[in-house]
């Protein structure tokens, strides 16, 4: 006989796989594509190492956002709330809680905001028409089963885009896999990430592709090393990711020609790829670093880089509290600053005898 929770193993690879297939080979990157939203990080850690990452196993529940199969029991009964100030006025709010329930199994909720700001309206006169603005949000609902080593999960996800009160609507899957070494302190993650369709486009608009991500990654702490490294390959469904500008100028050669800019194949390969590191200074105390190459490229200046593309980080636990900053690089002016405080509610509500 097939155990309830069988049934939802093979439920989610199905529905996984089966969504995955169509949309694969039409995906793209480089805002040719609706709610790219969701392929941004939620959660500190989760920027700290890259931006990118499906392998870090951890009890923040903001995690099982980037793979479903990160869901774990360390999180049963944690409330994860995070914030990011990006540039200017946008900012993002995320809310992770993860519980088990019963015989059904272990599930996490996630709601995630987005606010782009308030902008002015003007009509064809150059008259005002007061401010708009400009939001997206989804909401999640993930659900994990795990047999042995193996994890196997699954998001459910609606996602809602709005500009000046013309919305767009979307439903989206994840489905991703974890192998945890029963002795060492190593896993493995995959995932395809945003698997959809778009239910309600914007008004006068056609239907767009979804941010599909499929992403592979592993993490790994050396024994007798207070050291963890992970390393994530993103975007697997496409090999060539190298966007170049057709209206951006090149320089000019000694006979005044333009020299063209051509994609390598090792500038393919690499723009996969993020790296992050962990410096574990103790049970409550861990320092981070992370390495984005796609990041550093596309948001890159002509003469600099700046701190495109690298991140930093903290954790440091008090008391009951979990407390995650991360500074990532997003543009030789500036960055983003995520903030992430976590606490498990059960015991919050427990009394102590």
Known sequence: MISLLQYRAIAILSVGLGLSVAPAAMAQIGGQQAFSFLNLPTGAKAAALGGVNVSARDSDPTLFLSNPALLNADME?????????????IKQSTAAYAFKQGKAGRFGIGVTYLSYGNFEQYDAAGNSLGQF?????????????????????GT??????????????????????????????????????????????????????????????????????????????HHLQQFDIVYLDPNQRGQLDDQGNEVVKKKSV?????????????????????????????????????????????????MLRISQFQLDYTYAGVHASGGANYFTVARNLNTLFTKTQ
């Open 156 to 233: 459910a996800r609606l996602a809602v885009s709005g500009i000046a009160g013309n919305h767009s609507v979307a439903a989206l899957a994840d489905v991703g896999a974890v192998f945890k070494h029963p002795e060492q302190d190593f896993t493995v993650g995959l995932t395809a990430r945003n698997v959809g369709y778009q239910l309600k486009t914007y008004a006068g608009a056609s239907r767009e592709p979804m941010p599909l991500d499929v992403q592979i990654g592993a993490s790994i702490k050396p024994e007798h090393m207070p050291l963890r490294f992970s390393i994530t390959a």
């Open 266 to 314: 090792g500038d393919k390969i690499a723009r996969h790829f993020a790296v992050g590191g962990e410096l574990i200074l103790g049970k409550n105390l861990n320092v981070r670093v992370g390495y984005n190459h796609l990041q550093r490229r596309e948001l890159r200046l002509d003469n600099t880089s700046g701190g495109a593309g690298l991140s930093f980080g903290v």
């Open 77 to 89: 009964g944690r409330l994860a709330l995070s914030f990011v100030d990006y540039v200017a006025d």
């Open 133 to 153: 603005s400009v939001n997206e949000y989804a909401l999640s609902i993930a659900d994990s089963y795990t047999q042995g080593n193996f994890t196997l999960g």
